[in-house]
């Protein structure tokens, strides 16, 4: 158990909202319409990997948020060797980020663990991802009510695991970092982010990820009953 805990913040994507395969629906809403005879699932397959290290450098403001649109499209199309205009892409970008919120599948024991919860603690969200998406996400899929704060990157200026966005995280929440943990599937952006800014942190290892072993980690969220 981890004692004294007051506050308790999760991200959002690959933590409670089920990113991979609500973002895998909203391609295959995209290219029943319009691309047909693309095969999503070899689509998706180059998708995942590129998106996560366009998401990295975003992450590190290495690259812009319309950026972070165009090119985890475009090089995945090109990993394919498919040829798409700019135009197509932008309209893709824009198309998605409509559909995606509108997929709502959550992680095994998301509301369990929450109900669970939020009869000890109060509840929060910090995430890095783009503020109106993420309103929808929370509000689709009916978890609004169990976070009394949710913190973007866009409120705070900065990403995980800038402090600054941790800082800015428990100032709205009224937290103390001494009395507050953070769960997330992201060991450097959730885990080492919220550890150098001086909370506790829980790793969610849903990939089983080699890590240092003094790093608390569950890879089921009903397993965070082990330290609250």
Known sequence: MINNIKDVFFDLDHTLWDFDKNSEMAFATIFEQKYPNLAVNLFIEKYIPINQACWKLYQYDTITHEELRYNRLKHSFDALNYSISDEEIDQMAN????ILPENNHLFEGTFEILDYLNQKYRLHIITNG????QEKKIKNSNI???FQTIT???MAGVKKPNSIIFDYALNLANAKKETSVMIGDCIE???YGALNAGLEAIFFNTHNVQTDQNIKQINHLIQLKKYL
């Open 130 to 133: 783009f503020a109106s998406v």
């Open 144 to 146: 609004a009510n169990f």
């Open 95 to 98: 198309d998605y980020i409509t």
């Open 152 to 154: 973007n990157s866009e």
């Open 189 to 191: 952006a959730d885990v």
